[in-house]
Nanobody, 127 residues
Framework: QVQLVESGGDSVQTGGSLRLSCTAS????????VKWFRQAPGKEREGVAS????????YYNAPVKGRFTISQDNAKNTVYLEMNNLKPNDTAMYSC????????????????????WGQGTQVTVSS
């Protein structure tokens, strides 16, 4: 069983940058789907980006494409979400989720269901 811990959330001004981390412990393997989600107050949870760690394939939701980058560090069992040019509507609780990657692309990681979640980290962007 994999456990996930997110970190890196903070309060920044518009245009600022943050790097979120999702660190896995437990029975980690060579190929995992990892997806970042976010949920703003009063809104439904939405997907942000996904990565298939064995292939380093990535997929992004349109609102963040070009501003956010998802990446992995296998030695640290960590998936990062680098967020640049942050906007007030990026304000949300960001969570990561992971499942064994029995798929062939990050797009398939993006659309699949997840059962293993971290506790979340808050990102607040002020204007």
């Amino acid at each position: 069983q994999v456990q996930l811990v997110e970190s890196g959330g903070d309060s920044v001004q518009t245009g600022g940058s943050l790097r979120l981390s999702c660190t896995a412990s437990g029975n980690t393997g060579s190929r995992y789907c990892v997806k970042w989600f976010r949920q703003a107050p009063g809104k439904e949870r939405e997907g942000v980006a996904s990565i298939l760690t064995g292939l380093r394939d990535t997929y992004y939701n349109a609102p963040v494409k070009g501003r956010f980058t998802i990446s992995q560090d296998n030695a640290k069992n960590t998936v990062y979400l680098e967020m640049n040019n942050l906007k007030p509507n990026d304000t949300a609780m960001y969570s990561c989720a992971a499942e064994l990657g029995a798929v062939n692309s990050a797009l398939m990681c993006y659309v699949r269901q997840y059962n293993t979640w971290g506790q979340g980290t808050q990102v607040t962007v002020s204007s």
